[in-house]
């Protein structure tokens, strides 16, 4: 047997020591006119910042922050206070020195030992001064009267606009790995103008917008999920989704599930996905879109796919979802039969009506002491024109007093007693919590609107029949 090298058995011995290794990682900082001090280092997280650690300044305005090697990689902060921070790099380098002064954190930065820093604070510096010379030349055209020299300082602006694109277009072709490159490309939108031209050269505004959608996410590796760890992702995700997709339940889940499915090969992305869809749409106040919220919830939640999620939590979606289910638009409403002012059973499935208003109140709510006359004032004005019907459903227990808020206020419309009722609680059938809450149904008793306030009623039914009749 060949003998091993004496140097082999001491790299050997000092590999497996106890304490950091190369992999981990070790920052130091150095802010001039910072002393005997806490400071925090934080991360960005979707949409929000996160405390990670703490670290101690000492006298001079030193201190080291220490990470085991599988820190995640992104954007930090370091946090001196509310208005004083900068942020910082940690991806490939894992030893390196950041030296600044407390009155030009940014701008005064010098960067040992890490080329990712460095090319950000390059970067960073490249971005103030272009800013810098924009911000002139507006305020020389605010400043100025003469139109000749606003165009010039346009064209000016334009120019410089075009330079820091081709800046960062640059930056990300010279240095394809660094954390920064990563983040611009994120950051890039289509360019529309390589959409197909019509025959004139022109450009079809619909086919543009094709593009630009079917493009947006080319160059956002979402199997990574560093981007979490940045600015850039959350805003990205919510343009894509509040702006740039047509607002509509049926494609919006189209486009949801087609992300989750992109980023399914990290589980971090997958839970941030799942996670921000959920909430973003739980309690969207845009009607229709509670869809989105019951497709997520029986997609992810109820097949087993976010295990991450504790039992009461989940057991909580869940039943939300359950209860929303039979309320979405163009679902046949659940039938409620209660007692009328004269003690006879109504059923709400056997009203015949060409549109029927349901309206859930309280005599003592003071909005609906509001909403009400306004409801009355559209009922008796398009009763004929658009054949309405109004079923009142009131939430007191005192008979007197709902027989005496409904002479007050003239509510010559079908009233019935909540309480009194042959097909159980109707605040769990219609989920109610608050009143008013108006229901708006067709003459199949199926949903068409739900939770409207009374001066949005005649902007609906106006619309949705002129909707209906071009079908």
């Not at 590999?15 to 400071?39: A, M």
Request: aromatic share 12%.
């Amino acid at each position: 047997m060949r003998k091993i090298s004496s140097i082999f058995i001491l790299l050997l011995i000092i590999h497996c020591l106890p304490g950091y290794s190369q992999q981990d990682f070790k920052i130091s900082f150095r802010i001039k006119g910072l002393k005997d001090t806490t400071c925090l280092i934080a991360n960005y997280y979707g949409n929000g910042t996160y405390i990670k650690d703490t670290v101690r300044v000492n006298t001079s305005g030193r201190c080291i922050y220490k990470a085991q090697s599988d820190l995640p990689r992104g954007l930090y902060i370091f946090v001196i206070s509310e208005k004083l921070h900068f942020d910082f790099i940690i991806n490939n380098d894992n030893r390196f020195l950041l030296e600044t002064d407390l009155h030009d954190l940014t701008g005064k930065m010098a960067v040992s030992g890490s080329p990712e820093n460095s090319l950000f604070y390059q970067y960073l510096s490249y971005n103030k001064a272009k800013y810098d010379e924009i911000m002139t030349l507006q305020n020389r055209t605010r400043m100025g009267s003469d139109p000749a020299d606003s165009i010039k300082n346009q064209k000016k602006i334009d120019s410089i606009n075009q330079e820091i694109i081709n800046y960062k277009l640059d930056l990300i072709k010279k240095h394809p790995s660094s954390f920064l490159g990563f983040m611009l490309k994120a950051m890039k939108e289509p360019d529309i103008n390589k959409a197909p031209h019509l025959p004139d050269g022109g450009q079809d505004p619909a086919t543009a917008y094709a593009y630009f959608r079917q493009h947006f996410w080319d160059d956002t590796d979402l199997s990574d999920d560093r981007l979490l760890r940045t600015p850039v992702f959350h805003n990205k995700l919510q343009k894509y989704l509040d702006k740039v997709v047509i607002q509509n339940p049926d494609t919006l889940i189209r486009e949801i599930d087609r992300l989750i499915t992109r980023a399914q090969s990290s589980s971090e992305m997958f839970k941030y996905l799942v996670w921000y869809s959920t909430y973003h749409y739980e309690n969207s106040e845009i009607m229709g879109f509670d869809k989105i919220f019951v497709h997520i919830v029986d997609k992810y939640y109820i097949t087993g796919r976010t295990p991450w999620i504790d039992v009461t939590t989940l057991e909580n979606i869940i039943k939300k979802a359950n209860r929303t289910r039979p309320l979405l638009l163009g679902q046949k409403a659940p039938n409620m039969i209660m007692l009328d002012t004269g003690n006879r059973l109504v059923s709400m499935h056997n009203i015949e009506s060409k549109f029927l208003i349901l309206l859930f109140w309280d005599p003592d709510c003071g909005h609906c002491e509001q909403e009400i006359p306004k409801i009355k004032d559209f009922y008796e004005q398009y009763r004929e024109v658009y054949g309405l019907n109004v079923l009142a459903i009131c939430s007191d227990t005192s008979l007197t007093k709902w027989k005496s808020q409904i002479k007050k206020k003239k509510m010559n419309w079908i009233n019935v007693d909540g309480p009194r009722t042959l097909t159980g609680d109707y605040h769990e059938q219609y989920n109610i919590s608050l009143t008013p809450v108006i229901y708006i149904l067709n003459d199949k008793k199926e949903i068409i609107a739900k939770n409207l306030r009374a001066d949005q009623l005649q902007i609906f039914m106006k619309n949705y029949i002129e909707l209906s009749t071009k079908k």
